[in-house]
């Protein structure tokens, strides 16, 4: 995996290269989401994708054309 290459933890900005994210970003006004887990989901027949979460109620998968890394879990504070 590159450096550009999104891992778990990264908050990556959710692109508007089709209409759901489009209207994610405008109209719900989620831009940045979390990096939750990482796999070859059903849905995209296998390909590798980012099981991405805005907040506990909203989650999707998403593949990486959809999304560019916008801080890296190793700038997150999160505490554990």
Known sequence: MGT?????GDIVE???????NRQLRSQEKK?????????TPQC???NLAY???YD???SRWVL???IKIHEFRENTYDVC
């Open 4 to 8: 550009n290459t999104p891992k778990v």
């Open 14 to 20: 959710l692109l508007p290269t089709n209409n759901r």
């Open 31 to 39: 831009y940045h989401w979390k990096v939750i887990e990482i796999g």
């Open 56 to 58: 506990i109620n909203h």
């Open 64 to 66: 990486a054309e959809d």
């Open 44 to 46: 995209y027949n296998g």
């Open 51 to 53: 099981l991405i979460e």
